[in-house]
């Protein structure tokens, strides 16, 4: 069974930087689609972008591409969101996903999810 812990939540004002993490255990993390989506209060969960299973590709949302960038360690099982110039419409909990299956951008695509991490950017 995979776990995910996502990690690196905060409060950060706008224009600045956090970095996000999430910890893979359970199965071969090389093996797995890594993804990250966002869900603010009152919204649906959406897409933010996704990384593939080497780390060779990503796919971004239009409205961080940019600002954005996801990576990998394979090594460390862990799979990051970089953040930059952070806008109070990022605000949200943060969730990484994982799935045995090529990249996907919806949420039902993901088997697993972490239970998410708090961003909130103060304007």
């Known amino acids: 069974q995979v776990q995910l812990v996502e990690s690196g939540g905060g409060l950060v004002q706008a224009g600045g930087s956090l970095r996000l993490s999430c910890a893979f255990s359970?199965?071969?993390?090389?093996?797995?689609?890594m993804g990250w989506f966002r869900q603010a209060p009152g919204k649906e969960r959406e897409f933010v972008g996704d990384?593939?299973?080497?780390?060779?590709?990503?796919t971004y949302a239009d409205f961080v591409k940019g600002r954005f960038t996801i990576s990998r360690d394979n090594a460390k099982n862990t799979v990051y969101l970089r953040m930059n110039s952070l806008k109070p419409e990022d605000t949200a909990v943060y969730y990484c996903?994982?799935?045995?299956?090529?990249?996907?951008?919806?949420?039902?695509?993901?088997?697993?999810w972490g239970q998410g991490t708090q961003v909130t950017v103060s304007s």
């Open positions: 359970g199965r071969t993390f090389s093996s797995y689609t």
């Open positions: 990384i593939s299973w080497g780390g060779g590709y990503t």
């Open positions: 996903a994982a799935d045995a299956r090529r990249g996907g951008t919806s949420v039902n695509f993901y088997e697993y």
